[in-house]
T-cell receptor
């Protein structure tokens, strides 16, 4: 149990286009999901906390208008990188927080999306 | 302030050796959770263990074991008889419900483990 999927696994796009990344909890409901960014050989950097049915909470320094987050259901959160530029190229990872059971409040991670902006 | 320190940036061992990955944390909360995750080259973070602050029992799962010591604010991870498949980056994380409200994680910088055949 506790499987999180992420789609697409990789994407290459031209500068100026928008890219949407989906994160789904497949076998549990998640009122809270998280979006991270990871640079090569570095730790995960939290970008925002996505709450079902309400606005996302962004970490300091993360542009809300640049990284649009929607959490429309208990199993789906989306991150849209708007007007992407080469500096947005990175590995984006989502996680879903388990709400119940023995592992309540544990985050389960998706496989990540590698974004390359040309 | 909350902080997680993984002082070992990279460790190389020969297969079948035992290896311990260190994790030291800082928190002012009395209720918190500690986690270990494995990130293999594929990139996906794999959950290994969760420990809450009121449970200091050590845990063993196959070749993996964890030593939680509140007195030294440490949550160390030992792999016994390491294998090449253990090669990965390992992250320690801290979650403080009272402070963050959303149970968000504070990650350490990770330890890259290389197990050589």
């Amino acid at each position: 149990g506790a499987v999180v999927s992420q789609h697409p696994s990789w994407v290459i796009c031209k500068s100026g286009t928008s890219v949407k990344i989906e994160c789904r909890s497949l076998d549990f409901q998640a009122t809270t999901m998280f979006w991270y960014r990871q640079f090569p050989k570095q730790s995960l950097m939290l970008m925002a906390t996505s709450n079902e049915g309400s606005k996302a909470t962004y970490e300091q320094g993360v542009e809300k208008d640049k990284f649009l987050i929607n959490h429309a259901s208990l199993t789906l959160s989306t991150l849209t990188v708007t007007s992407a530029h080469p500096e947005d190229s990175s590995f984006y990872i989502c996680s879903a927080r388990h709400n119940s059971g023995a592992l309540i409040n544990t985050q389960y991670f998706g496989p990540g999306t590698r974004l390359t902006v040309l | 302030a909350q902080k997680v320190t993984q002082a070992q940036t990279e460790i190389s061992v020969v297969e079948k050796e035992d290896v311990t990955l260190d994790c030291v944390y800082e928190t002012r909360d009395t209720t918190y959770y500690l986690f270990w995750y494995k990130q293999p080259p594929s990139g996906e973070l794999v959950f290994l263990i969760r420990r809450n602050s009121f449970d200091e029992q050590n845990e063993i799962s196959g070749r993996y074991s964890w030593n939680f010591q509140k007195s030294t604010s440490s949550f160390n991870f030992t792999i016994t008889a390491s294998q090449v498949v253990d090669s990965a980056v390992y992250f320690c994380a801290l979650s403080e419900p009272a402070t963050s409200g959303t149970y968000k994680y504070i990650f350490g910088t990770g330890t890259r483990l290389k197990v050589l055949a």
